[in-house]
C-alpha cells in the first residue's frame, strides 16, 4: 500500500516536472536568441536592399558588422542531441540536423562567408548591399528549407 502510494507521488512529481522542463531550455532559447538577433540585423539590411527603408551607410555597415559577428558565435554547445523537434515541443529544429552534421555544419559556413562578403559590402552604396543581402539571405533559407520546420 505504502509502496503504490510512492510510485503513485512520484509519477506525479514527472508528470508536473514535464511540462515546466519543455517550457525552459536555455540551450535551445539561447540558439533561437542569436537567430532573433540575425532576423534583427537583417530586417534593416533587407528593408534597405528592397526599398522599405532609406539607404544609410553607417546603419548599414553597423548591421552588417553585428550579423558578422554574431555568426561567428561559437555553435558547439548550442545543439545537443535530444533537442530535435520530434522530442521536445519548443523547437523547430529538424532531427535530420542530427543525421546530416557535416551538411548542417556547411549551410553555417556559407552563412559564414555570405557575411563577411556582406560586411565588406554593405557601406559601399545600396547597389554593393543587394546582392550580398541577397546572397546571405540565400544562405538562411537553404537551411531552413532542410533543416527548420515550417511552424
Ligand atoms: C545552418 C542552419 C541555419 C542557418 C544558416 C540559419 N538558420 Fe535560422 N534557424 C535554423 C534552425 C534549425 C532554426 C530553429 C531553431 C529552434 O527552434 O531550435 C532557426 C530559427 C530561426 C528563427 C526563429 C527563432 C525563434 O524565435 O525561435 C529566425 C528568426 C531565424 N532562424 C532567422 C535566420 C536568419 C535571418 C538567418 C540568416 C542570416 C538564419 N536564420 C540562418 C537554422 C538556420
Redesign the pocket.
Known amino acids: 500500500m505504502a509502496f503504490s502510494k510512492i510510485i503513485g507521488s512520484a509519477a506525479l512529481v514527472v508528470a508536473l516536472a514535464a511540462p515546466a522542463l519543455a517550457q525552459d531550455n536555455p540551450t535551445?532559447a539561447a540558439?533561437?536568441g542569436q537567430?532573433?538577433l540575425?532576423?534583427h540585423n537583417?530586417a534593416v539590411l533587407g528593408g534597405m536592399a528592397q526599398g522599405r527603408m532609406d539607404y544609410d551607410a553607417a546603419m548599414a555597415q553597423t548591421a552588417a558588422d553585428n550579423?558578422f559577428h554574431l555568426t561567428r558565435h561559437d555553435q558547439s554547445r548550442l545543439w545537443p542531441e535530444g533537442t530535435d523537434s520530434s522530442s521536445i515541443m519548443e523547437?523547430?529544429?529538424k532531427a535530420e540536423?542530427w543525421e546530416n552534421l557535416d551538411d548542417?555544419t556547411a549551410?553555417?559556413v556559407a552563412?559564414q562567408e555570405a557575411s563577411v562578403a556582406l560586411q565588406a559590402a554593405a557601406g559601399n552604396g545600396l547597389d554593393a548591399l543587394r546582392p550580398a543581402v541577397g546572397a546571405?539571405g540565400a544562405?538562411?533559407g537553404a537551411?531552413?528549407e532542410a533543416?527548420?520546420e515550417e511552424s
Open positions: 535551445v540558439r533561437q537567430f532573433k540575425y532576423g537583417i550579423l523547437t523547430r529544429a540536423i548542417f549551410k553555417f552563412l546571405v544562405s538562411c537551411c531552413h533543416y527548420r
